[in-house]
């Protein structure tokens, strides 16, 4: 499953170049998809706050983990 990272347009400019295969297989797994979260515009923002939240950590232990 691919997920449309464009679909909120706050995290698209501002996050979505970041996503990547590894990083968005592990999100869907352990949060699903934004339809899991009604229809209400509101909620699924929500998911992607979320989002951007553990994409900034994946980001930073990658970062922290290289030599």
């Given at each position: 499953?691919?997920?449309?990272w464009?679909?909120?347009v706050w995290f698209?400019?501002?996050h979505?170049?970041?996503v990547?295969?590894?990083f968005?297989?592990?999100?869907?797994?352990?949060y699903g998809c934004p339809d899991d979260y009604?229809?209400?515009p509101e909620e699924q923002h929500e998911y992607f706050v979320r989002a951007a939240f553990a994409l900034m950590g994946w980001?930073?232990?990658?970062?922290?983990a290289k030599p």
């Open positions: 499953m691919q997920l449309d464009k679909q909120d698209a400019e501002h979505a170049i970041h990547t295969t590894e968005e297989a592990w999100w869907i797994d352990h009604t229809e209400d980001r930073a232990a990658l970062a922290k």
